[in-house]
């Protein structure tokens, strides 16, 4: 007797639910999953083989962090200006080829991963979003930047890599709070004097490019702990190169700081010198 109460009201709290659900606004059954994270209001819709963002998602104004990545993404709608509380947009692994204009409306936007799509360009308008300190931009098919991201002068991390740059743009000269920049896998010949602006730089990695020479503004960024320039077309290092002291050793492994130059067309004497290891280099070139 009372186990068939008891199934009756497990029926009725399910057509009261089923009932609750359907008086659910389509926005509202994705705000369910909204989560709060570390204070920040978060989305997570990747790997949901979406070809397009749902049209409710715009309607969810209260989102800090939205993650489409590892979707089928073709465009992206001008309505995402309407997140404009958004500070981490993550957008990797889908088929963008463009982003919209409207993305400079996100004014509050730190954090960008557009990585692994299939963009042509990056629109002028980004660089409005003058609190970005991450931008990733890598394995696309970019071959330039617009003036406009100068702007971002707060940026920290830019990572470019996997693109078909062949000269590195200006803008990027004027990103003077860069602490790693990532250009490896273009098709650079050379770094602009203008380099040493950037006198932050931590970790720069150009390896994978055609750079001939390196210029000597380089050796003004002492703040160099890993720099990789292997896999390039370099004959000969510049004296001043001793200055960087910050770069301990020769390194292997990708990831070691130090210097990395290994798949050059060294010319001696500094092939050989480089025997002896980084400290050997430094010593030469002061005596030279």
């Given at each position: 007797?009372?186990?068939?109460?008891?199934?009756?009201?497990?029926?009725?709290?399910?057509?009261?639910?089923?009932?609750?659900?359907?008086?659910?606004?389509?926005?509202?059954?994705?705000?369910?999953?909204?989560?709060?994270?570390?204070?920040?209001?978060?989305?997570?819709?990747?790997?949901?083989?979406?070809?397009?963002?749902?049209?409710?998602?715009?309607?969810?104004?209260?989102?800090?962090?939205?993650?489409?990545?590892?979707?089928?993404?073709?465009?992206?709608?001008?309505?995402?200006?309407?997140?404009?509380?958004?500070?981490?947009?993550n957008l990797w692994g889908n088929q963008l080829s463009c982003l919209p204009a409207e993305i400079g409306q996100l004014r509050r936007l730190r954090?960008?991963?557009?990585?692994?799509?299939?963009?042509?360009?990056?629109?002028?308008?980004?660089?409005?979003?003058?609190?970005?300190?991450?931008?990733?931009?890598?394995?696309?098919?970019?071959?330039s930047l617009p003036a406009s991201l100068s702007n971002l002068t707060r940026l920290r991390k830019l990572n470019l890599s996997h693109n078909q740059i062949a000269h590195l743009p200006g803008c990027?000269?004027?990103?003077?709070?860069?602490?790693?920049?990532?250009?490896?896998?273009?098709?650079?010949?050379?770094?602009?004097?203008?380099?040493?602006?950037?006198?932050?730089?931590?970790?720069?990695?150009?390896?994978?490019?055609?750079?001939?020479?390196?210029?000597?503004?380089?050796?003004?960024?002492?703040?160099?702990?890993?720099?990789?320039?292997?896999?390039?077309?370099?004959?000969?290092?510049?004296?001043?190169?001793?200055?960087?002291?910050?770069?301990?050793?020769?390194?292997?492994?990708?990831?070691?700081?130090?210097?990395?130059?290994?798949?050059?067309?060294?010319?001696?004497?500094?092939?050989?010198?480089?025997?002896?290891?980084?400290?050997?280099?430094?010593?030469?070139?002061?005596?030279?």
């Open positions: 007797m009372g186990g068939s109460v008891c199934r009756e009201e497990e029926k009725e709290e399910k057509r009261r639910s089923e009932g609750r659900e359907e008086s659910l606004t389509s926005a509202d059954r994705i705000r369910r999953v909204v989560v709060k994270q570390f204070g920040y209001n978060v989305l997570s819709l990747a790997r949901r083989g979406l070809k397009e963002a749902p049209d409710e998602l715009w309607e969810l104004l209260e989102l800090e962090k939205l993650n489409l990545s590892l979707n089928s993404l073709k465009v992206l709608p001008p309505q995402l200006a309407l997140l404009s509380n958004l500070v981490v947009l954090v960008l991963f557009a990585y692994r799509n299939r963009l042509t360009e990056v629109p002028e308008e980004l660089g409005a979003c003058t609190q970005l300190e991450v931008l990733s931009l890598a394995n696309n098919q970019l071959t990027v000269y004027n990103m003077k709070a860069l602490v790693f920049l990532h250009l490896a896998c273009n098709h650079l010949e050379n770094l602009a004097e203008n380099i040493q602006s950037l006198v932050e730089l931590k970790i720069l990695i150009v390896e994978g490019n055609s750079l001939h020479s390196l210029p000597k503004a380089l050796c003004c960024l002492t703040r160099l702990e890993l720099l990789n320039l292997d896999f390039n077309d370099i004959k000969d290092v510049p004296q001043e190169m001793h200055r960087l002291s910050h770069l301990k050793r020769l390194a292997c492994h990708p990831l070691d700081k130090g210097l990395h130059i290994v798949h050059n067309p060294l010319l001696k004497p500094v092939k050989e010198v480089l025997e002896g290891g980084l400290t050997a280099l430094y010593n030469y070139l002061r005596a030279t």
